[in-house]
């Protein structure tokens, strides 16, 4: 990958009704995810076996962690710890950058 400067809000478009997703690099420690989620749309509590970053781009999307509910907009970050239960939901369209951080055993 060749550096030069992107804007993330551009490269991934919040579909009405819907969520896509962008990945912007895999590699073996880890990966880098651009979401954008319509207003009212979301992604059912599951886990990671990893922990991971979630970085608001733009709009405001409510994050549950553990049961703890927080509200993310753009700017701010939150982090999801491996093996606790997290969701999203999108209270505006919201656009966030996934960053998941692979650590050895």
């Known amino acids: 990958m060749n550096p030069r400067v992107v804007n993330l809000r551009e490269l991934v478009a919040v579909q009405e009704g819907s969520i896509t997703s962008r990945v ?21 509590e599951h886990t990671a076996p990893f922990d991971a970053w979630v970085m608001g781009l ?8 553990g ?18 239960p997290h969701a999203v939901k999108a209270l505006t369209p919201f656009k966030m950058l996934l960053v998941m951080f692979r650590v050895p055993a």
């Open 67 to 84: 049961g703890e509910t927080h509200t993310v907009g753009e700017g701010q970050a939150l982090l999801l710890p491996a093996g606790v």
């Open 24 to 44: 912007l690099q895999r590699t073996p420690s880890g990966n880098l995810t651009l979401f954008a989620f319509d207003a009212g749309q979301e992604l059912s």
């Open 58 to 65: 733009e709009g405001e999307g409510e994050i549950t962690v």
